[in-house]
């Protein structure tokens, strides 16, 4: 079973205020979704994105931005700089497939040799 985790790419204080409680203690973060698994861990292209407020810890949702978010909003997107796109193989991975290509050679080599 893959497991997914969110890692953290970028992370910025901004001073606009919070629709909800009017605090100027915003937290915008960008996360990258990556994925784990026991032969591979594989880097996506998801990008998602979060803003919390620091007093009320409430998540601000696109729908109640005021232009004021969505301007610091784009501006830090475009600064945002996810990882390249990657597949990285386990040393679990490489143990099996350097197994599987050793016993498929043994088998080629006695039955080439009439001992199968």
Partial sequence: MAKEKKIVIKEAEISNNCPACFNQELRLTFFQKHTYNPFYHKTTDNVTHE?????????????????????????????????????????????????????????????????I
Avoid: H, M, N
């Fill in 51 to 115: 803003i919390k407020c620091g007093k009320c810890q409430s998540i601000i949702y696109p729908v109640d931005w005021t232009s004021d978010i969505e301007r610091v909003f784009d501006y830090y997107k475009k600064k945002v700089r996810p990882d390249r796109v990657a597949v990285r193989f386990t040393t679990l991975f490489f143990v099996i497939l350097v197994t599987a290509i050793a016993l498929i050679a043994a088998g080629i080599y006695l039955y080439l040799e009439g001992i």
